[in-house]
């Protein structure tokens, strides 16, 4: 029993190390040619280049295997595919849909063999939750890779409106003033933009191209930017003013934001303390006198449901408290 329990720990070990190598050789691979790619479009919409038209160094770089091009395809075309390449473009992951599925089960056996063998001294239904856990390792890492981007993108728009309007009464056009904003804004703004730009230089119009950053960056203050510069496009105007005027009420708007964030961080982190503390609790129990906490996971027609019902109680007092602090301006 103990050899086999040897043979899977070694055995998981493997895996988790060469996915690790492999997952480090794609992202250097890479990592050189990703500003001149155009990749991260296709993760929303279908490719709009072909392969001759595209970067010298594109072309140079690492290709998929056609096993993991097709597993891809296959993939992609679900509707849990699509949103996937939506949210690993808003993240602005380089990862494919079958890299971040093959991660889901990575995670999941790796979770799995963590608790059961390591933690919780091969209890299964510590191991199951460790496992259920790891399933949702991956969603939660992007959902908050995308929050962080967000947040960035955002609190730079200000400044980003600002670059714009003085590239615009210096007497540059739109096209031009958007390449001084990837040349000059910090990250993502510049990057957004500069995907903009190479869409345009390939023949994309520009209300499209805006349209395809506010699919990757889904941000209210960018749609009242996008819709300004398309009806300014239309019937004309002084952009530079009326930009002027929506980067002073997206400033208002952050600021009021801060306030509500810290009049509501009292609320927040004590719904971080009543979710968490119960599970810590239970865990450090279970550590430090396992025959007390243990009756819960062993008795199957009392214990479990308990332990069911307990999490659930908790994930909806945490929802109502998250719905209760989120307030929208």
Request: aromatic share 8%; hydrophobic share 50%; net charge negative.
């Amino acid at each position: 029993m103990e050899s086999m329990q040897i043979l899977i720990i070694a055995v998981a070990a493997v895996v988790a190390i060469g996915v690790l190598v492999w997952g480090i050789r794609s992202v250097r691979g890479e990592r050189d040619v990703i500003e001149e790619r155009l990749e991260n479009i296709g993760a929303v919409f279908e490719p709009v280049v072909d392969d001759d038209i595209q970067p010298e160094e594109e072309s140079r770089s690492k290709k998929p295997t056609a096993l993991q091009e097709q597993l891809d395809n296959v993939l992609a075309e679900r509707n849990f595919g699509k949103k996937w390449r939506t949210e690993l473009a808003r993240a602005n992951l380089k990862v494919t849909v079958a890299e971040f599925a093959a991660l889901h089960v990575i995670s999941l056996v790796g979770f799995f063999v963590l608790g059961y063998f390591v933690l919780f001294g091969q209890q299964l239904v510590m191991g199951v939750i460790a496992a259920f856990a790891g399933f949702f390792a991956p969603r939660i890492y992007l959902s908050m890779a995308v929050g962080k981007r967000l947040r960035q993108f955002e609190s730079q728009l200000p400044d980003t409106i600002s670059l714009w309007v003085n590239a615009l009464r210096s007497g540059y056009s739109v096209p031009q003033a958007m390449e001084a904003i990837a040349r000059d804004a910090p990250e993502p703004t510049a990057t957004e933009f500069k995907r903009v730009v190479q869409e345009m230089q390939i023949g994309i119009p520009m209300a499209t191209a805006l349209d395809h950053m506010l699919e990757r960056v889904e941000s209210e203050d960018l749609d009242l930017i996008i819709t300004a510069v398309n009806i300014q496009r239309e019937v004309g105007g002084n952009l530079a003013e009326i930009l002027d005027v929506i980067g002073y009420t997206i400033r208002e708007r952050i600021k009021l934001k801060g306030e509500i964030r810290v009049l509501t961080a009292q609320g927040r982190i004590t719904g971080y303390l009543i979710s968490f503390l119960p599970i810590a609790l239970a865990l450090f129990l279970n550590t430090i006198n396992p025959g007390y906490v243990g009756l819960l996971f062993q008795n199957r027609a009392c214990g479990w449901p308990m332990l069911g019902l307990g999490l659930t109680l908790i994930g909806i007092g945490a929802a109502l408290i998250n719905k209760i602090v989120d307030i929208d301006i």
